[in-house]
């Protein structure tokens, strides 16, 4: 009556058999970590700070408003006054960031005054090449209000010219 006996399984096989009793206690899950998303917005990358010199590029040296006002720039120049441009607003945006541009409030400042720095140099720089204009020929479209100063004079000298009122 050997046939009829069972005999005992490996303990490997009992543990893994669909019978076998659970552990008592859970295996503990293992956590995923996600590193934290940072949103960096200062100092712009290298990519983003070739991008801005290619459309400084693209504004001095292409037909558009400011180049039919002041005249356009070779590209070849064009290309180093855009370099010069975005590397003295990159100084001048850096040089008023805080230590800890942490945050992206800080970030969105610092970057609203590397445009205005960019605007600002370009607009002076194509002034400043900008032929003179000869008296009586403004440059095209230059129609300028006249100076506090001048307007100034104007009600001066015409309430000396004026009679007094009895």
């Known amino acids: 009556m050997a046939e009829d006996s069972v005999e005992p399984q490996p303990q490997a096989e009992v543990e893994n058999s669909p019978e076998a009793p659970l552990p008592s206690t859970p295996p503990t899950p293992t956590r995923t970590s996600y590193p934290s998303l940072s949103l960096q917005i200062w100092p712009p990358s290298q990519r983003t700070r070739d991008a801005v010199r290619s459309r ?11 180049t ?19 590397e003295e607003a990159f100084g ?20 609203q005054i590397y445009s205005k720095e960019i605007s600002k140099r370009m607009l002076e720089t194509v002034k400043a090449r900008a032929p003179a204009p000869t008296e009586g ?5 230059d129609v300028s209000p006249p100076s506090a100063a001048a307007a100034a004079e104007e009600e ?8 007094p009122v009895s």
Not at 137 to 141: K, L, R, V
Request: aromatic share 4%; hydrophobic share 45%; charged share 20%.
């Open 156 to 163: 001066v000298s015409a309430a000396e010219s004026e009679p």
């Open 68 to 86: 039919k006002r002041y005249g356009a720039f070779p590209i070849d120049e064009a290309s180093s006054v855009a370099r010069r441009i975005e």
């Open 137 to 141: 020929s403004p440059i095209a479209g």
């Open 92 to 111: 001048a945006a850096s040089a008023s960031a805080s230590a800890d541009a942490g945050s992206v409030d800080e970030g969105i400042e610092v970057i």
């Open 56 to 66: 400084l590029v693209e504004n001095l040296s292409s037909p558009s408003v400011l």
